[in-house]
């Protein structure tokens, strides 16, 4: 898996690659970052990048030339060490689709892509409708970049690779992985003592029985969804997702909120 990541800091991800968990898959190349300096691109003796926007208004708007250069040395490196067919150009933009898990396992399972952090107002748009394969969002707010999101989708597909955690079965646990929110998780010591506070762990999970531990887990999974996320408990629903047992007992947190009141 390869992602070529064309961008203006490019300072910004060699330290996220050396450190936490990913770090061997990075440094093996299981995972394969390339980081493409964008300003190595620009021709001109200030290696401008960008310009005022036709029409007026703030900002700056980031160049075709740089970009185009900047891709087809991508390209043309891929060609040279057998990569088949171009990649997929990822541009992060607040307009794009929000990135979620059901994205990232697809990207997951993908040869890889490249990945395009825009800067300042944004990107001259016909390099957007030449090239641009799909545009991601982090969610519904504005950043100085595209490269915390870069780094975001990099970390969420890398851990998903054979072998980088510890645990295989981790990420099937996540948040997401089965469309709920993850189960709240506790460690040593079994009392927690606190401002005066005893904070012991629950016992279930103290009780050796696995399916009794299973069961806990899944409707504490499924009340934090339904207090937190409602609308990730209908769309489970909607994909089938949620069995006899959930149900029932999601219509018990529903009947206990409707005592409350």
């Given at each position: 898996?390869?992602?070529?990541?064309i961008t203006l800091f490019p300072e910004l991800f060699e330290p996220f690659l050396k450190v936490g968990v990913t770090r061997r898959a990075y440094e093996s190349r299981?995972?394969?970052?390339?980081?493409?300096?964008?300003?190595?691109?620009?021709?001109?003796?200030?290696?401008?990048?960008?310009?005022?926007?036709?029409?007026?208004?703030?900002?700056?708007?980031?160049?075709?030339?740089?970009?185009?250069?900047?891709?087809?040395?991508?390209?043309?490196?891929?060609?040279?060490?057998?990569?088949?067919?171009?990649?997929?150009?990822?541009?992060?933009?607040?307009?794009?689709?929000?990135?979620?898990?059901?994205?990232?396992?697809?990207?997951?399972?993908?040869?890889?892509?490249?990945?395009?952090?825009?800067?300042?107002?944004?990107?001259?748009?016909?390099?957007?409708?030449?090239?641009?394969?799909?545009?991601?969002?982090?969610?519904?707010?504005?950043?100085?970049?595209?490269?915390?999101?870069?780094?975001?989708?990099?970390?969420?597909?890398?851990?998903?690779?054979?072998?980088?955690?510890?645990?295989?079965?981790?990420?099937?646990?996540?948040?997401?992985?089965?469309?709920?929110?993850?189960?709240?998780?506790?460690?040593?010591?079994?009392?927690?003592?606190?401002?005066?506070?005893?904070?012991?762990?629950?016992?279930?999970?103290?009780?050796?029985?696995?399916?009794?531990?299973?069961?806990?887990?899944?409707?504490?999974?499924?009340?934090?969804?339904?207090?937190?996320?409602?609308?990730?408990?209908?769309?489970?629903?909607?994909?089938?997702?949620?069995?006899?047992?959930?149900?029932?007992?999601?219509?018990?947190?529903?009947?206990?909120?409707?005592?409350?009141?």
């Amino acid at each position: 898996m390869r992602f070529d990541v064309i961008t203006l800091f490019p300072e910004l991800f060699e330290p996220f690659l050396k450190v936490g968990v990913t770090r061997r898959a990075y440094e093996s190349r299981q995972v394969d970052v390339r980081l493409w300096p964008l300003r190595e691109h620009a021709l001109d003796n200030y290696r401008r990048v960008d310009d005022r926007p036709y029409g007026g208004g703030p900002g700056m708007v980031m160049l075709v030339q740089p970009l185009e250069r900047a891709l087809a040395a991508v390209h043309a490196q891929r060609s040279a060490e057998g990569q088949g067919a171009p990649a997929p150009l990822i541009h992060f933009s607040p307009t794009g689709r929000r990135l979620d898990q059901a994205l990232v396992q697809e990207l997951a399972q993908s040869e890889g892509a490249v990945l395009l952090c825009g800067r300042y107002e944004g990107v001259d748009q016909r390099f957007l409708d030449r090239h641009v394969t799909m545009e991601v969002s982090l969610g519904d707010f504005v950043l100085s970049g595209g490269e915390l999101p870069a780094l975001a989708l990099l970390d969420a597909v890398t851990r998903l690779q054979e072998g980088v955690l510890n645990d295989a079965a981790s990420h099937q646990q996540d948040s997401f992985s089965d469309g709920l929110l993850d189960c709240p998780h506790y460690s040593r010591p079994e009392l927690l003592e606190l401002d005066g506070q005893a904070l012991p762990v629950p016992g279930v999970l103290l009780s050796g029985h696995h399916a009794d531990i299973a069961r806990w887990r899944r409707e504490q999974s499924l009340a934090l969804t339904w207090r937190r996320r409602p609308d990730l408990i209908a769309a489970a629903r909607a994909k089938g997702l949620l069995s006899r047992a959930d149900e029932k007992h999601l219509a018990a947190l529903v009947g206990a909120k409707s005592e409350l009141q």
